[in-house]
């Protein structure tokens, strides 16, 4: 009797013990390490960017003069570059025009891959090998740099033309992580090229206001949902889950059947493509979670963006004030990015809680989006910051750049 009640107290509530299993508790942590991590790898990079643009300035000034670090007549960011620094020509900073149409862009190419998908997978597999390489490289890159002893991002010795000893290392390991995920298809390799990516992405790729952050992430909400919930009823399937869950033919058995070869390279597997993050259970055999990177890389940019203006704030307080303020209450405690980042694991737990209650798949930025971007429009309106973040948000109120204070 005690054994029947304990079924049925278990089915009652199957979905909570589901929740705690260990591929989604896996997909939320991992997910939020990649966003912090990226988050705070572009804050690093800027900074040395701001000071190896420093350093050139002040080689260049007669005498040699040295220049106070909170210096408004440094030239580091110009306004005009939306707070691109000058000399990080990596970094690509969107525009409200870009945030508008990167939806439409990302429709015409869902719709690309599911209809000519099969004609053209050999190509996007090279592709995304190509691509995952470089971004696993740039993963890898301080790892690399802190095994060869500590050099900073762009520091050390010149092995090969621009790039140091310790990139080419993670260039070489990123290129036989993409070689051994190419002949075996090992869901782990996958998910290291997809981290990579996601970190990619974060690091290199700029919101320059809350705005743009508002209008990318409204249509990504409504792209999301659009092709998810809605895209059935047009094309008798589910576009988004058919796209990420298709594999596509190895190139090895491409070029085995030009080259009319047998053995290991004809019988190469099928390749899942690294668009997403793949979590198999512990307790469940053949049970996985399934993250888009979009569910990473788009809310973890409006995370970038609102570390970047914490870091500017209390830059801004230190240049003023002449030291660091020291918090006193919840409220200066609790920066923007700490908002943003809870509201994004509370956003992640609903999705999680959505998709075992349903029994269906989730646009996981219906529930990430209004978690994320609500909270934090309510706090800057309450903090007094809303009218600055939505427009110039790295501008200072005299018109001079506000980045130029070293963050």
Not at 139 to 165: D, E, F, H, N, W
Request: proline letters at 5%; one cysteine or more; hydrophobic letters at 50%.
């Amino acid at each position: 009797m005690a054994q029947v009640g304990a079924n049925m107290e278990y089915q009652e509530y199957k979905w909570a013990y589901s929740i705690m299993d260990s591929s989604k508790v896996s997909a939320c942590l991992i997910s939020m390490l990649l966003i912090v991590y990226g988050s705070f790898r572009s804050l690093n990079m800027e900074r040395e960017a701001r000071e190896r643009a420093e350093r050139e300035r002040e080689a260049t000034l007669l005498g040699g003069k040295p220049v106070p670090s909170c210096s408004h007549s440094s030239s580091k960011y110009t306004p005009g570059l939306q707070g691109k620094p000058i000399g990080f020509t990596n970094v690509q900073t969107l525009n409200t025009m870009q945030a508008l149409c990167f939806p439409l862009g990302s429709s015409v190419a869902l719709l690309i891959m599911f209809f000519f998908f099969d004609s053209m997978q050999t190509l996007v597999a090279i592709c995304t090998a190509i691509i995952a390489c470089a971004a696993l490289a740039f993963l890898l890159t301080p790892l690399c740099q802190y095994v060869a002893g500590g050099a900073g991002v762009g520091g050390g010795a010149r092995a090969c033309g621009k790039y140091s000893a310790p990139e080419l290392a993670a260039a070489l390991l990123a290129a036989a992580i993409v070689a051994v995920w190419v002949l075996t298809g090992h869901w782990l390799l996958m998910d290291a090229m997809g981290m990579g990516l996601c970190v990619t992405f974060i690091a290199l790729i700029r919101l320059p206001s809350l705005k743009v952050s508002t209008l990318l992430l409204t249509g990504l909400l409504l792209y999301d949902v659009f092709w998810v919930f809605f895209s059935s009823y047009i094309f008798t399937t589910n576009v988004m889950v058919k796209v990420a869950t298709r594999p596509a033919e190895n190139p090895m058995n491409v070029v085995a059947r030009r080259l009319q070869l047998g053995g290991a390279m004809r019988d190469a597997p099928k390749l899942s493509l690294p668009a997403k993050l793949v979590f198999p259970s512990m307790h469940h055999q053949g049970h996985f979670s399934m993250l888009g990177l979009g569910d990473i890389v788009m809310p973890g940019l409006l995370l970038c963006f609102v570390l970047r203006y914490d870091a500017y704030k209390k830059a801004t307080l230190v240049c003023q004030m002449g030291q660091v303020p020291g918090p006193r209450s919840m409220g200066s405690r609790l920066t923007y990015f700490h908002c943003s980042l809870l509201g994004y694991f509370l956003g992640l737990l609903t999705a999680t809680v959505s998709a075992e209650v349903f029994k269906a798949a989730q646009p996981a930025l219906l529930y990430l989006v209004p978690f994320t971007l609500l909270p934090l429009l309510t706090m800057a309106y309450v903090k007094g910051d809303l009218r600055r973040m939505w427009s110039e948000p790295f501008i200072a109120p005299n018109g001079k750049s506000g980045a130029d204070f070293d963050v």
